[in-house]
């Protein structure tokens, strides 16, 4: 089973793709963190994100992994994990631009695709799995909320994580990412046809993998699978 869980920024994917997946026994991959990943290493090359040969070059040559259970999950790139750095602020813009270089894509969407066709199940968040990645995935989630939600769960993050940030740059920061998310022409984010959209602005989390979970298994039902 694959199920693809997209939406735009501070949504609530990563939270309930990990729940999901340590729930129902399958694979999570982050496919955001591996944006993340080629953005940090971007960065620490010092090469300019306009000069768009380099950063391809630099998206091909990164070994992105992703190791481990849903709740504990390690990101390496090239071997050293960067699981802490590739959360940072900067990093999250890095990614955001990054991802509208259509080959960078191309690259990561076909690691997405190696992976997600190992054979063993997964759960998959971003925001073109439903739509490029694997259109033909199981089930599909588009998870939303209003921007002023996103940005106070992302801040909540960042302070538990003793970062420092305030309120109004996270917001400012979410939607400059929600610009260059649906504005690029390269797999923008959109609302596959098949896919059930959920607003999480007023619900708890726990109450939204609670209907996606009854939905997966609905859906299991219908099609006589079994995990």
Do not use: W
């Not at 990990?18 to 496919?31: I, R």
């Not at 940090?40 to 380099?54: D, I, P, R, Y």
């Amino acid at each position: 089973m694959i199920i693809a869980i997209d939406g735009p920024s501070g949504a609530g994917k990563s939270t309930l793709g990990k729940m999901l997946a340590k729930n129902l026994g399958l694979l999570y991959l982050d496919t955001g963190a591996m944006y993340r990943a080629v953005g940090l290493a971007v960065l620490e090359s010092g090469t300019s994100f306009e000069n768009q040969s380099e950063v391809i070059e630099i998206a091909g040559n990164s070994e992105i992994e992703l190791v481990g259970e849903p709740d504990s999950l390690q990101i390496k790139l090239n071997g050293r994990d960067v699981s802490l750095e590739i959360r940072t602020a900067e990093v999250g813009q890095a990614a955001s631009i990054i991802s509208t270089i259509s080959e960078v894509r191309k690259l990561l969407v076909r690691r997405q695709q190696e992976l997600g066709n190992l054979g063993v199940g997964c759960v998959l968040d971003g925001r073109d799995i439903g739509t490029v990645v694997f259109p033909n995935a199981d089930v599909k989630f588009f998870l939303t909320a209003k921007p002023e939600a996103r940005a106070q769960r992302r801040y909540e993050e960042d302070k538990q994580r003793g970062r420092i940030t305030n309120y109004e740059e996270t917001l400012a920061e979410i939607s400059l990412r929600d610009e260059r998310d649906v504005s690029r022409e390269d797999s923008p984010l959109a609302i596959a046809g098949d896919a059930v959209v959920i607003d999480t602005s007023e619900l708890d989390l726990h109450e939204v993998f609670k209907q996606m979970l009854e939905i997966v298994r609905e859906i299991q039902s219908v099609k006589g699978e079994s995990l």
